[in-house]
Nanobody, 114 residues
Framework: QVQFVESGGGLVEPGKSLSLSCAASGMRFSISAMGWYRQAPGKQREWVALITSGGFTDYAGSVRGRFTISRDNAKNTVFLQMNSLKPEDTANYYC????????WGQGTQVTVSS
């Protein structure tokens, strides 16, 4: 059974940084592309970042240059380093494979506010 467990969220001031982690299980992690997604209150879930099995990365325009996705295949974990956070980055953040598999995890809440 595929499972994703996200962690690392919190309340931060604008301009600050946060680092998110997502531990995956029940899947062939090392050969899978992985992504981060987010859902703000009242909005649809949106894609944020992608990392392929070979390490290629891509980002949504709204976060490019501020967020960095990475992975540790030995630990079946994908990371999202978020710098220069803005209030509009406030959302619940999720990880999943790309294309999507299994069910969504609980996510980790990121709130950017002064």
């Amino acid at each position: 059974q595929v499972q994703f467990v996200e962690s690392g969220g919190g309340l931060v001031e604008p301009g600050k940084s946060l680092s998110l982690s997502c531990a995956a299980s029940g899947m062939r992690f090392s050969i899978s592309a992985m992504g981060w997604y987010r859902q703000a209150p009242g909005k649809q879930r949106e894609w944020v970042a992608l990392i392929t099995s070979g390490g290629f990365t891509d980002y949504a325009g709204s976060v490019r240059g501020r967020f960095t996705i990475s992975r540790d295949n030995a630990k079946n974990t994908v990371f999202l380093q978020m710098n220069s956070l803005k209030p509009e980055d406030t959302a619940n953040y999720y990880c999943n494979a790309s294309p999507l598999i299994g069910s969504w995890g609980q996510g980790t809440q990121v709130t950017v506010s002064s």
